[in-house]
Protein backbone atom coordinates (compact mmCIF):
# COMPACT_ATOMS: atom_id res chain seq x y z
CA UNK A 1 0.00 0.00 0.00
CA UNK A 2 1.35 3.14 -0.81
CA UNK A 3 2.24 5.83 2.09
CA UNK A 4 -1.15 8.04 1.31
CA UNK A 5 -3.11 5.42 0.26
CA UNK A 6 -5.44 5.87 3.43
CA UNK A 7 -6.91 9.78 2.25
CA UNK A 8 -8.30 7.71 -0.64
CA UNK A 9 -9.39 4.44 0.87
CA UNK A 10 -13.20 4.34 1.46
CA UNK A 11 -13.92 4.26 5.25
CA UNK A 12 -16.83 3.10 7.67
CA UNK A 13 -17.39 4.01 11.09
CA UNK A 14 -19.36 1.47 13.27
CA UNK A 15 -20.38 0.98 16.90
CA UNK A 16 -20.94 -2.15 18.39
CA UNK A 17 -23.96 -2.06 21.16
CA UNK A 18 -25.86 -4.35 23.20
CA UNK A 19 -27.10 -5.28 26.55
CA UNK A 20 -24.28 -6.61 28.86
CA UNK A 21 -22.76 -10.05 27.95
CA UNK A 22 -24.76 -10.59 24.67
CA UNK A 23 -21.28 -10.50 22.73
CA UNK A 24 -20.15 -7.46 21.49
CA UNK A 25 -16.53 -8.36 22.66
CA UNK A 26 -16.76 -11.66 21.28
CA UNK A 27 -17.67 -10.72 17.93
CA UNK A 28 -15.59 -7.72 17.35
CA UNK A 29 -12.67 -9.99 18.85
CA UNK A 30 -13.74 -12.53 15.68
CA UNK A 31 -14.00 -10.00 13.07
CA UNK A 32 -10.43 -8.76 14.18
CA UNK A 33 -9.24 -12.38 13.63
CA UNK A 34 -10.79 -12.95 10.33
CA UNK A 35 -9.26 -10.14 8.44
CA UNK A 36 -6.13 -10.88 9.57
CA UNK A 37 -6.04 -7.79 12.50
CA UNK A 38 -5.22 -9.63 15.54
CA UNK A 39 -4.03 -13.07 16.18
CA UNK A 40 -6.20 -15.97 18.12
CA UNK A 41 -6.61 -15.42 22.09
CA UNK A 42 -5.76 -11.55 21.61
CA UNK A 43 -9.29 -9.51 23.18
CA UNK A 44 -10.52 -6.03 23.22
CA UNK A 45 -10.94 -6.56 26.64
CA UNK A 46 -7.40 -6.53 26.90
CA UNK A 47 -7.88 -4.73 30.79
CA UNK A 48 -6.94 -6.79 33.58
CA UNK A 49 -10.16 -6.05 35.78
CA UNK A 50 -11.96 -6.49 32.50
CA UNK A 51 -11.00 -9.89 32.28
CA UNK A 52 -11.19 -10.85 35.68
CA UNK A 53 -14.84 -9.64 35.49
CA UNK A 54 -15.54 -10.55 31.99
CA UNK A 55 -16.95 -7.57 30.83
CA UNK A 56 -15.59 -4.46 28.94
CA UNK A 57 -15.70 -1.37 31.17
CA UNK A 58 -14.05 1.27 28.65
CA UNK A 59 -14.91 1.43 25.13
CA UNK A 60 -12.20 1.06 22.44
CA UNK A 61 -11.50 1.55 18.65
CA UNK A 62 -10.07 -0.86 16.58
CA UNK A 63 -10.13 -1.01 12.39
CA UNK A 64 -10.00 -3.99 10.42
CA UNK A 65 -9.81 -3.87 6.27
CA UNK A 66 -12.13 -5.77 4.34
CA UNK A 67 -11.96 -6.00 -0.31
CA UNK A 68 -10.25 -2.31 0.11
CA UNK A 69 -12.64 -0.28 2.84
CA UNK A 70 -11.42 0.28 6.20
CA UNK A 71 -13.62 -0.52 8.78
CA UNK A 72 -13.69 1.52 12.22
CA UNK A 73 -15.49 -0.15 14.89
CA UNK A 74 -16.25 1.06 18.50
CA UNK A 75 -16.39 -1.50 21.03
CA UNK A 76 -18.73 -0.06 24.06
CA UNK A 77 -19.41 -1.94 27.21
CA UNK A 78 -23.27 -3.27 27.82
CA UNK A 79 -23.27 -2.48 31.81
CA UNK A 80 -25.69 0.71 32.56
CA UNK A 81 -23.23 2.66 34.48
CA UNK A 82 -21.21 3.08 31.51
CA UNK A 83 -23.76 3.83 29.52
CA UNK A 84 -22.71 7.68 29.33
CA UNK A 85 -19.51 6.09 27.55
CA UNK A 86 -21.62 4.64 24.41
CA UNK A 87 -23.82 7.97 23.93
CA UNK A 88 -20.89 9.86 23.35
CA UNK A 89 -19.44 6.98 20.92
CA UNK A 90 -22.49 7.23 19.02
CA UNK A 91 -22.50 10.81 17.90
CA UNK A 92 -19.31 10.13 16.05
CA UNK A 93 -19.84 6.70 14.27
CA UNK A 94 -22.52 6.25 11.33
CA UNK A 95 -24.26 3.09 11.93
CA UNK A 96 -24.34 0.28 14.60
CA UNK A 97 -24.57 -3.36 15.05
CA UNK A 98 -27.11 -3.65 17.42
CA UNK A 99 -26.35 -7.21 19.07
CA UNK A 100 -29.33 -9.38 20.55
CA UNK A 101 -29.04 -12.79 22.67
CA UNK A 102 -31.03 -15.16 20.48
CA UNK A 103 -32.67 -16.56 23.29
CA UNK A 104 -32.16 -14.18 26.19
CA UNK A 105 -34.40 -11.20 23.29
CA UNK A 106 -34.25 -7.04 24.08
CA UNK A 107 -33.08 -6.71 27.39
CA UNK A 108 -33.39 -3.19 29.44
CA UNK A 109 -29.66 -1.94 28.36
CA UNK A 110 -30.59 -3.04 24.35
CA UNK A 111 -33.47 -0.69 24.79
CA UNK A 112 -31.47 2.21 26.05
CA UNK A 113 -28.43 2.08 23.17
CA UNK A 114 -30.83 1.55 20.44
CA UNK A 115 -33.50 4.54 21.75
CA UNK A 116 -30.30 6.67 21.43
CA UNK A 117 -29.29 5.05 18.08
CA UNK A 118 -32.09 6.18 16.55
CA UNK A 119 -32.39 9.66 18.43
CA UNK A 120 -29.18 10.59 16.50
CA UNK A 121 -31.02 9.25 12.97
CA UNK A 122 -28.86 5.82 12.94
CA UNK A 123 -30.19 2.62 11.33
CA UNK A 124 -28.85 -0.12 13.15
CA UNK A 125 -27.45 -3.65 11.51
CA UNK A 126 -29.54 -6.21 14.22
CA UNK A 127 -27.55 -9.28 14.94
CA UNK A 128 -29.25 -11.83 16.62
CA UNK A 129 -25.81 -13.49 18.03
CA UNK A 130 -25.56 -16.68 19.95
CA UNK A 131 -27.85 -18.71 17.06
CA UNK A 132 -25.81 -22.21 18.72
CA UNK A 133 -27.44 -21.89 22.32
CA UNK A 134 -30.08 -24.88 22.77
CA UNK A 135 -33.19 -22.30 23.47
CA UNK A 136 -32.00 -20.07 20.90
CA UNK A 137 -35.61 -18.69 19.62
CA UNK A 138 -33.81 -15.84 16.38
CA UNK A 139 -37.55 -15.67 14.94
CA UNK A 140 -39.17 -14.84 17.99
CA UNK A 141 -36.46 -12.57 18.87
CA UNK A 142 -36.36 -11.04 15.71
CA UNK A 143 -40.01 -10.35 16.19
CA UNK A 144 -39.63 -8.55 19.63
CA UNK A 145 -36.75 -6.30 18.03
CA UNK A 146 -38.80 -5.14 15.46
CA UNK A 147 -41.41 -4.19 18.24
CA UNK A 148 -39.00 -2.45 19.82
CA UNK A 149 -38.07 -0.76 17.03
CA UNK A 150 -41.80 0.67 16.54
CA UNK A 151 -42.37 1.39 20.81
CA UNK A 152 -39.09 3.82 20.08
CA UNK A 153 -40.44 5.79 17.05
CA UNK A 154 -37.88 4.03 14.53
CA UNK A 155 -38.69 6.01 11.11
CA UNK A 156 -39.69 3.80 8.17
CA UNK A 157 -36.03 3.39 6.77
CA UNK A 158 -34.63 2.70 10.12
CA UNK A 159 -37.60 -0.14 10.75
CA UNK A 160 -36.63 -1.55 7.12
CA UNK A 161 -33.22 -3.28 9.27
CA UNK A 162 -31.23 -5.73 7.78
CA UNK A 163 -30.84 -8.52 10.33
CA UNK A 164 -27.90 -10.98 10.53
CA UNK A 165 -27.61 -14.35 12.16
CA UNK A 166 -24.45 -14.97 14.15
CA UNK A 167 -22.61 -17.49 16.43
CA UNK A 168 -19.99 -15.20 17.44
CA UNK A 169 -17.78 -17.40 19.79
CA UNK A 170 -17.52 -19.74 16.47
CA UNK A 171 -17.14 -16.87 14.12
CA UNK A 172 -20.02 -17.36 11.53
CA UNK A 173 -22.81 -15.19 10.60
CA UNK A 174 -25.46 -15.81 7.93
CA UNK A 175 -28.84 -13.45 6.20
CA UNK A 176 -30.66 -16.57 6.30
CA UNK A 177 -31.44 -19.27 9.38
CA UNK A 178 -31.15 -22.18 6.98
CA UNK A 179 -27.61 -20.78 5.05
CA UNK A 180 -25.05 -22.92 5.65
CA UNK A 181 -21.99 -20.36 7.29
CA UNK A 182 -18.46 -20.62 7.23
CA UNK A 183 -16.97 -16.96 8.41
CA UNK A 184 -18.25 -13.51 9.38
CA UNK A 185 -18.60 -12.48 5.64
CA UNK A 186 -22.05 -11.92 5.16
CA UNK A 187 -21.46 -9.64 7.85
CA UNK A 188 -18.81 -7.80 6.46
CA UNK A 189 -20.54 -7.81 2.67
CA UNK A 190 -23.69 -5.87 4.84
CA UNK A 191 -21.78 -3.25 6.34
CA UNK A 192 -20.20 -2.08 3.14
CA UNK A 193 -24.19 -2.56 1.61
CA UNK A 194 -25.70 -0.40 4.74
CA UNK A 195 -23.45 2.11 6.67
CA UNK A 196 -22.91 5.24 4.77
CA UNK A 197 -19.38 5.67 3.03
CA UNK A 198 -17.73 8.13 6.15
CA UNK A 199 -16.86 11.36 4.24
CA UNK A 200 -18.10 12.53 0.44
CA UNK A 201 -15.52 14.39 -1.68
CA UNK A 202 -16.36 17.60 -0.11
CA UNK A 203 -15.44 17.49 2.92
CA UNK A 204 -12.27 16.41 2.38
CA UNK A 205 -11.58 19.56 0.65
CA UNK A 206 -12.83 21.92 3.43
CA UNK A 207 -10.50 22.70 6.12
CA UNK A 208 -9.56 20.76 9.19
CA UNK A 209 -12.43 19.99 11.73
CA UNK A 210 -12.42 17.26 14.10
CA UNK A 211 -13.86 16.50 17.26
CA UNK A 212 -12.65 14.25 20.18
CA UNK A 213 -15.00 11.68 21.34
CA UNK A 214 -13.06 9.34 24.27
CA UNK A 215 -9.73 10.06 25.84
CA UNK A 216 -6.95 7.77 26.67
CA UNK A 217 -3.67 8.33 28.66
CA UNK A 218 0.25 7.59 27.85
CA UNK A 219 2.76 7.79 30.22
CA UNK A 220 5.32 9.25 27.80
CA UNK A 221 3.40 11.35 25.85
CA UNK A 222 0.78 12.65 28.18
CA UNK A 223 -2.97 12.89 27.51
CA UNK A 224 -4.57 11.30 24.00
CA UNK A 225 -7.47 12.15 22.05
CA UNK A 226 -9.72 10.10 20.03
CA UNK A 227 -12.07 11.41 17.69
CA UNK A 228 -13.26 11.51 14.76
CA UNK A 229 -12.37 13.65 11.45
CA UNK A 230 -15.07 15.37 10.04
CA UNK A 231 -13.69 17.84 7.62
CA UNK A 232 -10.32 18.13 6.00
CA UNK A 233 -7.09 16.29 7.06
CA UNK A 234 -4.73 16.23 9.64
CA UNK A 235 -1.27 15.86 9.56
CA UNK A 236 1.51 15.24 12.11
CA UNK A 237 3.44 18.06 13.68
CA UNK A 238 0.57 20.71 12.94
CA UNK A 239 -0.53 23.91 14.73
CA UNK A 240 -3.89 23.68 15.46
CA UNK A 241 -6.81 25.63 17.02
CA UNK A 242 -8.86 23.93 19.59
CA UNK A 243 -12.40 25.56 20.25
CA UNK A 244 -14.04 24.76 23.73
CA UNK A 245 -18.27 24.51 24.34
CA UNK A 246 -17.88 28.07 24.41
CA UNK A 247 -17.16 29.36 21.22
CA UNK A 248 -13.80 30.34 22.77
CA UNK A 249 -10.42 29.08 20.84
CA UNK A 250 -7.28 27.98 21.90
CA UNK A 251 -3.70 27.10 20.03
CA UNK A 252 -1.90 23.60 19.79
CA UNK A 253 0.45 21.34 18.36
CA UNK A 254 -0.04 17.92 17.30
CA UNK A 255 3.05 16.09 18.50
CA UNK A 256 2.08 12.82 17.20
CA UNK A 257 -0.80 11.03 15.20
CA UNK A 258 -2.10 7.68 15.39
CA UNK A 259 -4.83 5.62 13.15
CA UNK A 260 -5.99 2.01 14.53
CA UNK A 261 -5.25 -1.64 13.29
CA UNK A 262 -6.51 -3.95 15.01
CA UNK A 263 -5.43 -4.17 18.75
CA UNK A 264 -2.60 -1.64 17.71
CA UNK A 265 -1.97 1.66 17.13
CA UNK A 266 0.01 3.11 13.54
CA UNK A 267 1.61 6.38 13.57
CA UNK A 268 0.81 7.60 10.50
CA UNK A 269 1.66 11.11 9.27
CA UNK A 270 -1.82 12.50 8.38
CA UNK A 271 -5.07 11.25 7.85
CA UNK A 272 -8.20 12.35 6.15
CA UNK A 273 -11.96 13.21 6.57
CA UNK A 274 -14.15 10.38 7.98
CA UNK A 275 -11.20 8.46 9.80
CA UNK A 276 -11.06 8.00 13.65
CA UNK A 277 -7.61 9.04 14.54
CA UNK A 278 -6.00 9.24 18.21
CA UNK A 279 -3.45 12.06 18.99
CA UNK A 280 -0.95 13.57 21.05
CA UNK A 281 0.03 17.12 21.99
CA UNK A 282 -2.86 18.27 23.36
CA UNK A 283 -2.74 18.14 27.14
CA UNK A 284 -5.74 19.81 28.03
CA UNK A 285 -8.59 18.73 25.22
CA UNK A 286 -11.44 17.72 26.09
CA UNK A 287 -14.36 15.33 24.74
CA UNK A 288 -16.86 17.47 22.79
CA UNK A 289 -14.31 19.88 21.86
CA UNK A 290 -13.53 21.13 18.16
CA UNK A 291 -9.98 21.06 16.54
CA UNK A 292 -9.64 22.86 14.01
CA UNK A 293 -7.72 25.07 11.82
CA UNK A 294 -8.31 28.97 12.26
CA UNK A 295 -10.54 30.39 14.85
CA UNK A 296 -13.16 31.95 12.11
CA UNK A 297 -14.77 27.93 11.70
CA UNK A 298 -17.59 27.12 13.56
CA UNK A 299 -17.17 24.76 16.35
CA UNK A 300 -19.27 21.21 15.78
CA UNK A 301 -22.20 20.75 18.11
CA UNK A 302 -20.84 19.39 21.65
CA UNK A 303 -20.85 16.42 22.96
CA UNK A 304 -22.72 16.18 26.43
CA UNK A 305 -21.26 14.15 29.42
CA UNK A 306 -23.62 12.91 31.96
CA UNK A 307 -23.56 14.31 35.04
CA UNK A 308 -22.29 12.39 38.62
CA UNK A 309 -25.12 10.72 41.00
CA UNK A 310 -23.26 9.50 43.63
CA UNK A 311 -19.98 10.50 45.60
CA UNK A 312 -17.69 9.31 48.50
CA UNK A 313 -14.82 10.72 50.49
CA UNK A 314 -11.45 9.37 49.98
CA UNK A 315 -8.86 9.54 52.67
CA UNK A 316 -5.72 8.39 53.97
CA UNK A 317 -6.10 5.02 55.79
CA UNK A 318 -5.33 5.57 59.19
CA UNK A 319 -6.48 2.38 60.90
CA UNK A 320 -4.41 0.76 63.35
CA UNK A 321 -3.47 -1.56 60.92
CA UNK A 322 -2.45 1.33 57.74
CA UNK A 323 0.43 0.35 55.74
CA UNK A 324 0.68 -3.56 56.74
CA UNK A 325 0.00 -4.07 53.07
CA UNK A 326 0.07 -0.96 50.30
CA UNK A 327 3.35 0.63 49.04
CA UNK A 328 1.09 3.94 48.44
CA UNK A 329 -0.19 5.31 51.80
CA UNK A 330 0.51 9.09 51.29
CA UNK A 331 -1.99 11.77 51.27
CA UNK A 332 0.26 12.89 48.12
CA UNK A 333 0.43 9.77 46.37
CA UNK A 334 -3.08 9.38 46.69
CA UNK A 335 -3.86 13.07 45.44
CA UNK A 336 -1.25 12.33 42.28
CA UNK A 337 -2.89 8.76 41.66
CA UNK A 338 -6.32 10.83 41.21
CA UNK A 339 -5.27 13.33 38.96
CA UNK A 340 -4.30 10.84 36.58
CA UNK A 341 -7.21 9.34 36.75
CA UNK A 342 -8.76 12.29 35.58
CA UNK A 343 -6.87 12.31 32.60
CA UNK A 344 -8.77 9.56 31.03
CA UNK A 345 -12.43 8.87 33.41
CA UNK A 346 -14.39 11.47 32.00
CA UNK A 347 -17.43 10.44 33.84
CA UNK A 348 -15.55 11.12 36.56
CA UNK A 349 -14.83 14.75 38.97
CA UNK A 350 -12.71 15.39 41.97
CA UNK A 351 -12.95 18.10 44.41
CA UNK A 352 -9.73 18.16 45.81
CA UNK A 353 -10.14 21.36 48.60
CA UNK A 354 -10.99 19.96 51.74
CA UNK A 355 -8.38 19.54 54.78
CA UNK A 356 -8.84 15.97 55.33
CA UNK A 357 -10.51 14.37 52.22
CA UNK A 358 -10.57 14.02 48.69
CA UNK A 359 -14.85 13.98 47.20
CA UNK A 360 -15.00 11.70 44.39
CA UNK A 361 -18.15 12.07 41.95
CA UNK A 362 -18.81 9.02 39.99
CA UNK A 363 -22.21 7.92 37.96
CA UNK A 364 -22.38 4.65 39.86
CA UNK A 365 -21.18 2.56 42.53
CA UNK A 366 -19.53 0.23 40.14
CA UNK A 367 -17.76 3.00 38.42
CA UNK A 368 -16.67 4.28 41.37
CA UNK A 369 -15.60 0.42 42.42
CA UNK A 370 -13.41 -0.22 39.45
CA UNK A 371 -11.50 2.92 40.40
CA UNK A 372 -10.30 1.87 43.80
CA UNK A 373 -10.54 -1.77 42.53
CA UNK A 374 -7.70 -0.77 40.21
CA UNK A 375 -6.09 1.55 42.94
CA UNK A 376 -5.72 -1.07 45.56
CA UNK A 377 -4.15 -3.28 42.48
CA UNK A 378 -1.95 -0.63 42.55
CA UNK A 379 -0.56 -1.35 46.04
CA UNK A 380 -2.83 2.35 47.45
CA UNK A 381 -4.19 1.93 50.36
CA UNK A 382 -7.09 4.46 51.30
CA UNK A 383 -10.57 4.78 53.77
CA UNK A 384 -13.73 5.86 52.00
CA UNK A 385 -17.25 6.77 53.59
CA UNK A 386 -20.14 5.46 52.47
CA UNK A 387 -21.48 6.42 49.20
CA UNK A 388 -23.78 9.92 48.82
CA UNK A 389 -26.79 10.63 45.81
CA UNK A 390 -25.70 13.74 44.63
CA UNK A 391 -28.61 16.38 45.92
CA UNK A 392 -28.34 19.65 43.83
CA UNK A 393 -31.01 22.62 43.75
CA UNK A 394 -32.70 23.95 40.29
CA UNK A 395 -34.74 26.95 40.49
CA UNK A 396 -35.81 26.72 44.23
CA UNK A 397 -36.72 23.05 43.61
CA UNK A 398 -34.48 19.98 45.58
CA UNK A 399 -33.66 17.45 42.72
CA UNK A 400 -31.80 13.82 42.91
CA UNK A 401 -31.19 11.07 40.52
CA UNK A 402 -33.71 8.66 40.14
CA UNK A 403 -32.75 5.05 38.27
CA UNK A 404 -35.60 2.82 36.44
CA UNK A 405 -34.97 -0.86 38.17
CA UNK A 406 -36.10 -4.32 35.84
CA UNK A 407 -36.20 -7.17 37.82
CA UNK A 408 -37.09 -10.63 36.55
CA UNK A 409 -37.96 -13.33 39.08
CA UNK A 410 -39.71 -15.80 40.16
CA UNK A 411 -43.49 -14.62 40.63
CA UNK A 412 -43.78 -16.02 44.15
CA UNK A 413 -40.80 -13.71 45.34
CA UNK A 414 -42.47 -10.68 43.66
CA UNK A 415 -44.51 -9.50 46.72
CA UNK A 416 -41.39 -8.92 48.75
CA UNK A 417 -39.51 -6.99 46.74
CA UNK A 418 -42.51 -4.99 45.37
CA UNK A 419 -43.17 -4.35 49.31
CA UNK A 420 -39.28 -3.70 49.70
CA UNK A 421 -39.17 -0.93 46.97
CA UNK A 422 -41.95 0.52 47.58
CA UNK A 423 -41.21 1.35 51.38
CA UNK A 424 -37.69 2.97 49.30
CA UNK A 425 -40.49 5.07 47.88
CA UNK A 426 -40.28 3.42 44.62
CA UNK A 427 -43.10 3.60 42.16
CA UNK A 428 -43.88 0.34 40.80
CA UNK A 429 -44.27 0.99 37.00
CA UNK A 430 -45.18 -2.26 35.07
CA UNK A 431 -45.69 -6.13 35.92
CA UNK A 432 -46.13 -8.52 33.94
CA UNK A 433 -45.53 -11.98 33.38
CA UNK A 434 -42.43 -13.20 30.88
CA UNK A 435 -41.38 -17.12 30.75
CA UNK A 436 -42.62 -18.47 33.52
CA UNK A 437 -41.29 -15.38 35.71
CA UNK A 438 -42.16 -11.97 36.18
CA UNK A 439 -40.85 -8.97 35.11
CA UNK A 440 -41.18 -5.93 37.60
CA UNK A 441 -40.72 -2.52 36.83
CA UNK A 442 -39.73 0.41 39.36
CA UNK A 443 -38.79 4.16 39.31
CA UNK A 444 -37.21 4.95 42.19
CA UNK A 445 -34.51 7.50 43.67
CA UNK A 446 -30.42 6.32 43.75
CA UNK A 447 -30.19 6.62 47.16
CA UNK A 448 -33.44 4.84 48.23
CA UNK A 449 -31.41 2.05 46.37
CA UNK A 450 -28.07 2.22 47.55
CA UNK A 451 -27.71 -0.81 49.29
CA UNK A 452 -30.31 -2.61 48.10
CA UNK A 453 -28.70 -4.79 45.66
CA UNK A 454 -27.62 -7.22 48.70
CA UNK A 455 -31.01 -7.61 50.00
CA UNK A 456 -32.25 -8.12 46.68
CA UNK A 457 -29.94 -11.19 46.28
CA UNK A 458 -30.63 -12.45 49.87
CA UNK A 459 -34.79 -12.38 49.13
CA UNK A 460 -34.69 -13.97 45.41
CA UNK A 461 -32.13 -16.27 46.77
CA UNK A 462 -29.54 -15.17 43.78
CA UNK A 463 -32.58 -16.20 41.49
CA UNK A 464 -33.80 -12.55 40.91
CA UNK A 465 -31.36 -10.49 37.90
CA UNK A 466 -31.79 -6.54 38.74
CA UNK A 467 -31.14 -4.31 35.70
CA UNK A 468 -30.73 -0.31 36.63
CA UNK A 469 -30.08 2.57 35.00
CA UNK A 470 -29.80 6.23 35.78
CA UNK A 471 -32.84 8.12 33.77
CA UNK A 472 -32.05 11.92 34.92
CA UNK A 473 -32.46 14.47 38.01
CA UNK A 474 -36.18 14.70 39.70
CA UNK A 475 -37.89 16.48 42.50
CA UNK A 476 -36.55 14.83 45.87
CA UNK A 477 -38.37 11.66 47.15
CA UNK A 478 -38.76 12.88 50.39
CA UNK A 479 -37.39 10.92 53.84
CA UNK A 480 -36.68 6.95 53.05
CA UNK A 481 -36.83 4.93 55.96
CA UNK A 482 -34.52 1.98 55.27
CA UNK A 483 -34.08 -1.52 56.91
CA UNK A 484 -31.04 -0.56 58.67
CA UNK A 485 -28.96 -3.26 59.83
CA UNK A 486 -26.65 -2.71 62.68
CA UNK A 487 -22.94 -3.31 62.86
CA UNK A 488 -21.32 -5.89 65.50
CA UNK A 489 -18.09 -4.01 66.72
CA UNK A 490 -15.07 -4.88 68.14
CA UNK A 491 -13.72 -3.67 71.54
CA UNK A 492 -10.56 -5.34 70.99
CA UNK A 493 -7.27 -6.04 69.55
CA UNK A 494 -6.11 -9.48 68.48
CA UNK A 495 -7.02 -12.48 67.05
CA UNK A 496 -10.56 -13.40 66.60
CA UNK A 497 -11.54 -16.73 68.53
CA UNK A 498 -13.96 -19.61 66.83
CA UNK A 499 -15.58 -20.38 70.05
CA UNK A 500 -16.02 -16.43 70.40
CA UNK A 501 -17.53 -15.91 67.14
CA UNK A 502 -20.06 -19.26 67.55
CA UNK A 503 -21.20 -17.44 69.77
CA UNK A 504 -21.78 -14.17 68.29
CA UNK A 505 -23.22 -15.11 65.14
CA UNK A 506 -26.67 -16.05 66.54
CA UNK A 507 -26.64 -11.95 66.78
CA UNK A 508 -26.06 -11.42 62.90
CA UNK A 509 -23.89 -12.64 59.83
CA UNK A 510 -20.27 -12.21 60.38
CA UNK A 511 -17.53 -10.73 58.13
CA UNK A 512 -14.99 -12.89 59.42
CA UNK A 513 -13.63 -16.13 60.03
CA UNK A 514 -11.30 -17.78 62.54
CA UNK A 515 -8.08 -16.04 63.47
CA UNK A 516 -8.71 -13.27 61.61
CA UNK A 517 -7.06 -10.23 63.34
CA UNK A 518 -8.90 -7.15 64.32
CA UNK A 519 -8.46 -4.03 65.99
CA UNK A 520 -10.69 -1.57 68.22
CA UNK A 521 -13.88 -0.23 66.43
CA UNK A 522 -13.51 -2.56 63.46
CA UNK A 523 -16.82 -4.01 61.93
CA UNK A 524 -17.09 -7.60 62.88
CA UNK A 525 -20.54 -8.30 61.42
CA UNK A 526 -24.25 -6.83 61.35
CA UNK A 527 -26.63 -7.27 63.73
CA UNK A 528 -30.17 -8.91 62.75
CA UNK A 529 -31.89 -6.85 65.76
CA UNK A 530 -30.88 -3.00 64.17
CA UNK A 531 -28.51 -1.50 66.37
CA UNK A 532 -24.94 -1.38 66.75
CA UNK A 533 -23.22 -3.71 69.40
CA UNK A 534 -20.49 -3.74 71.00
CA UNK A 535 -18.62 -7.36 70.75
CA UNK A 536 -15.25 -9.24 71.82
CA UNK A 537 -14.56 -11.57 69.44
CA UNK A 538 -10.82 -11.98 70.70
CA UNK A 539 -12.09 -13.73 73.99
CA UNK A 540 -12.75 -17.32 75.19
CA UNK A 541 -11.10 -20.64 75.50
CA UNK A 542 -8.68 -21.43 72.08
CA UNK A 543 -10.25 -23.92 70.06
CA UNK A 544 -8.26 -25.39 67.34
CA UNK A 545 -10.66 -27.37 65.95
CA UNK A 546 -13.79 -25.90 64.86
CA UNK A 547 -16.03 -28.90 64.75
CA UNK A 548 -14.33 -29.69 68.47
CA UNK A 549 -15.04 -33.51 68.16
CA UNK A 550 -16.02 -35.37 72.01
CA UNK A 551 -16.87 -31.84 73.36
CA UNK A 552 -20.45 -31.38 74.72
CA UNK A 553 -21.20 -28.97 72.46
CA UNK A 554 -20.02 -29.27 68.31
CA UNK A 555 -18.67 -25.86 67.09
CA UNK A 556 -19.94 -25.44 63.72
CA UNK A 557 -19.19 -21.54 62.33
CA UNK A 558 -21.04 -20.64 59.39
CA UNK A 559 -18.87 -19.21 56.48
CA UNK A 560 -18.81 -15.79 57.16
CA UNK A 561 -20.17 -12.84 54.20
CA UNK A 562 -16.99 -11.94 52.62
CA UNK A 563 -16.55 -8.32 52.41
CA UNK A 564 -15.78 -7.16 48.70
CA UNK A 565 -15.38 -3.64 47.65
CA UNK A 566 -18.90 -3.47 45.98
CA UNK A 567 -20.18 -5.31 49.48
CA UNK A 568 -18.43 -3.11 51.53
CA UNK A 569 -19.95 0.09 50.01
CA UNK A 570 -23.56 -1.20 49.94
CA UNK A 571 -23.69 -2.14 53.52
CA UNK A 572 -21.37 0.66 55.02
CA UNK A 573 -23.20 3.12 57.84
CA UNK A 574 -22.80 6.68 57.94
CA UNK A 575 -20.34 6.69 60.53
CA UNK A 576 -18.57 4.12 58.93
CA UNK A 577 -15.27 4.09 56.73
CA UNK A 578 -14.25 1.39 54.37
CA UNK A 579 -10.80 0.74 54.52
CA UNK A 580 -9.26 -0.38 51.32
CA UNK A 581 -5.79 -1.78 51.05
CA UNK A 582 -4.09 -4.47 48.51
CA UNK A 583 -5.26 -7.82 50.52
CA UNK A 584 -8.11 -6.55 52.63
CA UNK A 585 -11.21 -4.76 52.62
CA UNK A 586 -12.44 -3.77 56.16
CA UNK A 587 -15.40 -2.16 57.98
CA UNK A 588 -14.40 0.22 60.63
CA UNK A 589 -16.18 2.74 62.51
CA UNK A 590 -14.86 6.15 62.47
CA UNK A 591 -14.64 6.66 65.91
CA UNK A 592 -12.38 3.34 66.88
CA UNK A 593 -13.46 3.59 70.77
CA UNK A 594 -17.00 3.47 72.38
CA UNK A 595 -16.04 6.80 74.07
CA UNK A 596 -15.52 8.71 71.12
CA UNK A 597 -18.75 7.21 69.11
CA UNK A 598 -21.02 7.87 72.32
CA UNK A 599 -19.48 11.91 72.70
CA UNK A 600 -19.37 12.36 68.73
CA UNK A 601 -23.50 11.27 68.99
CA UNK A 602 -23.96 13.50 71.81
CA UNK A 603 -22.74 16.60 69.26
CA UNK A 604 -24.99 15.57 66.99
N1 LIG B 1 -23.06 -19.69 22.94
C1 LIG B 1 -22.56 -18.52 22.55
N2 LIG B 1 -21.91 -17.74 23.44
C2 LIG B 1 -21.43 -16.57 23.01
C3 LIG B 1 -21.58 -16.13 21.68
N3 LIG B 1 -21.01 -14.90 21.58
C4 LIG B 1 -20.52 -14.60 22.80
N4 LIG B 1 -20.76 -15.60 23.67
C5 LIG B 1 -20.38 -15.66 25.09
O1 LIG B 1 -21.08 -14.68 25.82
C6 LIG B 1 -20.30 -14.16 26.88
C7 LIG B 1 -20.24 -12.66 26.81
O2 LIG B 1 -19.57 -12.26 25.64
P1 LIG B 1 -18.89 -10.84 25.46
O3 LIG B 1 -18.44 -10.77 24.06
O4 LIG B 1 -17.90 -10.55 26.54
O5 LIG B 1 -20.16 -9.89 25.69
P2 LIG B 1 -20.20 -8.30 25.64
O6 LIG B 1 -21.46 -7.94 24.97
O7 LIG B 1 -18.94 -7.76 25.06
O8 LIG B 1 -20.28 -7.94 27.20
P3 LIG B 1 -20.03 -6.48 27.87
O9 LIG B 1 -18.98 -5.81 27.08
O10 LIG B 1 -19.62 -6.74 29.26
O11 LIG B 1 -21.35 -5.78 27.80
C8 LIG B 1 -18.93 -14.81 26.73
O12 LIG B 1 -18.86 -15.89 27.63
C9 LIG B 1 -18.92 -15.30 25.30
O13 LIG B 1 -18.09 -16.41 25.10
C10 LIG B 1 -22.28 -16.98 20.75
O14 LIG B 1 -22.49 -16.68 19.59
N5 LIG B 1 -22.75 -18.15 21.25
MG1 LIG C 1 -17.68 -6.42 25.78
Redesign the pocket.
Known amino acids: MKALDFIFMEIRNIAII ?1 H ?7 LTDALMRQTGMSAAGESM ?1 SDTLEQER ?3 IYSKNTSIYYRETKINIVDT ?3 ADFGSEVERVLRSIDSVLL ?1 VDAQEGPMPQTKFVLKKSLELGLKPIVVL ?2 I ?2 PAARPEAVKELVYELFLDLGANDEQLDFTTIY ?4 AGVAKINLTDKAKDLNPLLETILKVVPIASGEEEKNKPLRLQPFNLAYDNFLGRLAIGRIYEGEIKDASRVVIKDAKGEARLGKISKLYTFAGLKRKEVKAAGAGDIVMLAGLPDIFIGETICESAEQAALPVIKIDEPTISINLLVNNSPFAGRDGKNVTNRQLKDRLEKELEVNVGLKIDFSAADHYKIYGRGEMHLAILLENMRRESYEMQISQPQVIIKEESGVKLEPFEEVIITLPEEMSGTVIKKLSSRRGNLLEMKPEHGQVRIIFEISTRGLLGYRNEFLVDTRGEGIMYTRVIGFKPYAGNIKKHDVGSMISMAAGKALGFSLFNLQNRGALYIGANTEVYEGMVVGNTAKGNDLTVNPTKGKELTNMRASGSDEAIYLKPPIKLTLERGMSVMGEDEYLEITPNNIRLRKQFLTENERVKAKRKK
Request: without cysteine; proline residues 4%.
Open positions: AVDHGKTTDGITPGHVNKDKANAR
